[in-house]
């Protein structure tokens, strides 16, 4: 894997991929709005309209859009640890990448909510700041002597398992660089062996498994393999990869379901790996999926992420109180409007201070090396 096929593939940017991330963040939305928070969804019933629009097709498992955004993960992070000039760069990029969104939308967020309610969504201050850190509030306020402590935001619970991913596949790229698939590999079969024990009798074996993010170590797996593949279609590790993280993802669906499986989650698990594989294979692009408005919501899907659950349901329980707008529609208006403003921040606030950041941090680690 030489620097110029890397270059290449940069410079050939499957526009795709942004396209993959709109489908993502759509799919999580519509599970928070029309299953998550209704009478018989996971959470509180705080929609005002029930669970009128539990009915459409795969909104049950919209969760698996974060599995998605998984797949693209690996895809992307493969190709950035390659780019990196050392472990502390590659650190730098991702911190820059992904903290100062954090900070604006995550600040979006507690000030709505705690202006706006509802009571449910409220956090402390402590858990504000804690979130901001990537890191579980619950794991910390048990170390400070807090219990209860929440994330600001459900769907931040992503990112944590995305910056142990992150420290991992760089720990294991650093360690060997051209032995890397193989280590992610056995780190890949290590994952399984422990997520299966510790399914089987819980204990140390399954706080490890979840520590490693075995459940969702798949579909990082997946992208990784298929970033290889992209590349070179004749590697037999990054097939095996590929099939074992495919395998894995439905093994661990069928033990982690409680209730059974059902043809929602099957559906549901070959439309990410097909549609991943099919997107990030292919050396066409496809008119849809990188269409310009696809393309612009992937591109600000990170942030739009960060405020779609709480800061909107804020907004949505206070002004359903205050219009005689239907609650669908004014649902509707809301992501709209939130999507609007996360484009708007992705492009005028967030992309000039990341680029700025990473100037700055570059000229400073040259100016230590020299």
Same mark, same amino acid.
């Given at each position: 894997m030489n620097a110029g096929n890397t270059k290449g593939l940069r410079d050939k940017r499957l526009l795709q991929i942004d396209g993959l991330r709109t489908i993502a963040i759509l799919w999580v939305s519509l599970f928070h709005y029309a299953v998550f928070w209704t009478p018989s969804g996971k959470g509180l019933p705080l929609l005002p309209y029930g669970d009128a629009l539990a009915w459409?097709?795969?909104?049950?498992?919209?969760?698996?859009?974060?599995?998605?955004?998984?797949?693209?993960?690996?895809?992307?992070?493969?190709?950035?640890?390659?780019?990196?000039?050392?472990?502390?760069?590659?650190? !730098?990029?991702?911190?820059?990448?992904?903290?100062?969104?954090?900070?604006?939308?995550? %600040? @979006? *967020? #507690?000030?709505?909510?705690?202006? !706006?309610?509802?009571?449910?969504?409220?956090?402390?201050?402590?858990?504000?700041?804690? %979130? @901001? *850190? #990537?890191?579980?509030?619950a794991h910390v306020g048990k170390i400070i002597g807090q219990d209860g402590f929440e994330w600001l935001d459900g769907a931040y619970w992503s990112l944590w398992t995305e910056v142990r991913f992150y420290t991992v596949a760089a720990v294991l790229f650093f360690l060997g660089r051209n032995r890397f698939l193989a280590l992610w590999f056995g780190f890949a079969l290590v994952c399984s062996?422990?997520?299966?024990?510790?399914?089987?009798?819980g204990g140390a074996f399954d706080a490890l498994s979840r520590l490693l993010f075995a459940e969702h170590q798949p579909y990082f797996s997946a992208g990784i393999a298929l970033a290889v593949l992209r590349r070179n279609p004749h590697p037999r590790l990054a097939r095996v990869l590929l099939a074992v993280a495919i395998l894995q993802a439905f093994t661990y669906a069928v033990l982690n379901s409680a209730s059974g499986i059902t043809p929602s989650h099957i559906l549901?698990?070959?439309?990410?790996?097909?549609?991943?594989?099919?997107?990030?294979?292919?050396?066409?692009?496809?008119?849809?999926?990188s269409s310009r408005l696809m393309v612009l919501g992937g591109y600000a899907s990170y942030a739009y992420y960060l405020l779609h659950q709480n800061a909107g349901m804020a907004l949505l329980g206070f002004l359903s109180a205050k219009t005689a707008v239907s609650g669908v529609i004014l649902m509707l208006l809301i992501q709209a409007g939130l999507l609007v403003l996360a484009i708007t921040l992705t492009l005028w606030i967030e992309a000039p201070l990341r680029r700025n950041l990473r100037q700055l941090a570059r000229t400073r680690v040259r100016a230590t090396a020299a």
């Amino acid at each position: 894997m030489n620097a110029g096929n890397t270059k290449g593939l940069r410079d050939k940017r499957l526009l795709q991929i942004d396209g993959l991330r709109t489908i993502a963040i759509l799919w999580v939305s519509l599970f928070h709005y029309a299953v998550f928070w209704t009478p018989s969804g996971k959470g509180l019933p705080l929609l005002p309209y029930g669970d009128a629009l539990a009915w459409i097709p795969m909104a049950d498992v919209g969760y698996f859009g974060v599995y998605l955004f998984f797949v693209v993960s690996g895809f992307v992070i493969f190709l950035s640890l390659e780019r990196s000039k050392g472990p502390m760069d590659f650190a !730098l990029m991702r911190g820059i990448r992904l903290w100062p969104t954090l900070l604006i939308c995550g %600040s @979006l *967020t #507690f000030g709505l909510t705690s202006l !706006l309610g509802p009571a449910p969504l409220e956090r402390s201050v402590a858990e504000y700041l804690i %979130s @901001l *850190t #990537f890191l579980p509030p619950a794991h910390v306020g048990k170390i400070i002597g807090q219990d209860g402590f929440e994330w600001l935001d459900g769907a931040y619970w992503s990112l944590w398992t995305e910056v142990r991913f992150y420290t991992v596949a760089a720990v294991l790229f650093f360690l060997g660089r051209n032995r890397f698939l193989a280590l992610w590999f056995g780190f890949a079969l290590v994952c399984s062996a422990i997520f299966l024990v510790g399914t089987v009798w819980g204990g140390a074996f399954d706080a490890l498994s979840r520590l490693l993010f075995a459940e969702h170590q798949p579909y990082f797996s997946a992208g990784i393999a298929l970033a290889v593949l992209r590349r070179n279609p004749h590697p037999r590790l990054a097939r095996v990869l590929l099939a074992v993280a495919i395998l894995q993802a439905f093994t661990y669906a069928v033990l982690n379901s409680a209730s059974g499986i059902t043809p929602s989650h099957i559906l549901g698990l070959i439309f990410v790996f097909a549609l991943a594989s099919h997107a990030m294979l292919a050396h066409r692009s496809f008119p849809f999926l990188s269409s310009r408005l696809m393309v612009l919501g992937g591109y600000a899907s990170y942030a739009y992420y960060l405020l779609h659950q709480n800061a909107g349901m804020a907004l949505l329980g206070f002004l359903s109180a205050k219009t005689a707008v239907s609650g669908v529609i004014l649902m509707l208006l809301i992501q709209a409007g939130l999507l609007v403003l996360a484009i708007t921040l992705t492009l005028w606030i967030e992309a000039p201070l990341r680029r700025n950041l990473r100037q700055l941090a570059r000229t400073r680690v040259r100016a230590t090396a020299a």
